[in-house]
């Protein structure tokens, strides 16, 4: 069983930067593939960027690419997602899933086992 606890969250102006964190515990695979999804009210939820543990490799949603970049450190077993160039349509809930899905499915929600809770970002025009 893994959990997940996203951090990170909050209020920010357009412009405006953000990192959330996602700690895992538990049993923890040599590799697996962690990813952040985001849903805002009304739209389904949507994969924003993953990261592949054992290679490092990461992608990204078009809407997202050269503002958020998505790290990892392995010794504290957390996954980041720093936001840079925040937008008003950035808002919504976001969601921290850890899967062992291939790369090519990293968007895919069933691809996932475990999720955290979540974090609410809000950004202002």
């Known amino acids: 069983q893994v959990q997940l606890v996203e951090s990170g969250g909050g209020s920010v102006q357009a412009g405006g930067s953000l990192r959330l964190s996602c700690a895992a515990s538990?049993?923890?695979?040599?590799?697996?593939?962690m990813a952040w999804f985001r849903q805002a009210p009304g739209k389904e939820r949507a994969g924003v960027a993953a990261i592949y543990t054992g290679s490092s490799n990461t992608y990204y949603a078009d809407s997202v690419k050269g503002r958020f970049t998505i790290s990892q450190d392995n010794a504290k077993n957390t996954v980041y997602l720093q936001m840079n160039s925040l937008k008003p349509e950035d808002t919504a809930m976001y969601y921290c899933?850890?899967?062992?899905?291939?790369?090519?499915?990293?968007?895919?929600?069933?691809?996932?086992?475990?999720w955290g809770q979540g974090t609410q970002v809000t950004v202002s025009s």
């Open positions: 538990g049993y923890i695979a040599s590799s697996y593939c």
């Open positions: 899933a850890a899967g062992f899905g291939a790369y090519w499915r990293w968007r895919t929600i069933n691809e996932y086992k475990y």
